[in-house]
């Protein structure tokens, strides 16, 4: 069974622009998490997605969005950039939602960059 | 906030040891997961322990967990080079199915 894909691996933006990042999660997999790492704060959970309806969202701006697509793919949109969001961001997915006794699997995440 | 925090921060120990590693949580938990995540690459499932149970074993992976205090324990035996990475605990701590992360330990094993 492959895993949970995550497009692009690398990508570097200028601040103030957009950027949509993508996951493919592991068939049959309804939920879609996504966790932003940096080095000072960690990973941070931003939000979570279940049959394409948003069940919980981290304490980020609104500058964050995401989506799920009928298929369980999931894309993860950050507009306006800031350097503070250069980070790994990553996508995991799970069989149920939520962390209820379900555990997440993870993708190998996407490295932006903001200059 | 993070829900677990990993103590010691980083760990250096040479292969064949055991290493330990500690997380602590604030609020009440359904269950406790360990995760490794390897450099630049996504984490790894480890183990998941629920909260009435109190130790757990997967192979050289063993799990406790002590509710009453708050706290897990990660024990790796006969620790391996290739256990080199990044351990984190991840609680769900009612936060509403949100699976919060510690700021995880790193383990260094030298061979």
């Known amino acids: 069974k492959a895993g949970v894909t995550q497009t692009p691996r690398y990508l570097i933006k200028t601040r103030g622009q957009q950027v949509t990042l993508s996951c493919s999660p592991i068939?049959?997999?309804?939920?879609v998490s996504w966790y932003q790492q940096t080095p000072g704060q960690g990973l941070q959970f931003l939000f979570e997605?279940?049959?394409?309806?948003?069940?919980n969202k981290g304490n980020f701006p609104g500058r964050f969005s995401g989506r799920q697509f009928s298929n369980s793919r999931s894309e993860m949109n950050v507009s306006t950039l800031e350097l503070g969001d250069s980070a790994l961001y990553l996508c995991?997915?799970?069989?149920?939602?939520?962390?209820?006794?379900?555990?997440?699997?993870f993708g190998n995440g996407t490295r932006l960059t903001v200059t | 906030s993070q829900q677990g925090e990993e103590d010691p921060q980083a760990l250096s120990i040479q292969e064949g040891e055991n290493a330990t590693m500690n997380c602590s949580y604030k609020?009440?938990?359904?269950?406790l997961q360990w995760y490794r995540q390897n450099s630049g690459r996504g984490l790894v499932h480890l183990i998941l322990?629920?909260?009435?149970?109190r130790e757990k074993h997967s192979g050289r992976l063993r799990v406790t967990l002590d509710t009453s205090k708050k706290s897990s324990s990660l024990l790796i035996t006969a620790s391996r080079a290739a256990d080199t990475a990044s351990y984190f605990c991840?609680?769900?701590?009612?936060?509403?199915?949100?699976?919060?992360f510690g700021q995880g330990t790193e383990l260094s094993v030298k061979p």
């Open positions: 995991a997915s799970s069989l149920g939602s939520g962390a209820y006794n379900s555990p997440l699997h």
């Open positions: 068939s049959g997999h309804r939920s």
């Open positions: 997605y279940f049959s394409e309806t948003q069940r």
């Open positions: 609020t009440s938990i359904n269950n």
């Open positions: 322990i629920r909260s009435n149970e």
């Open positions: 991840a609680t769900d701590g009612n936060q509403g199915g949100k699976l919060i």
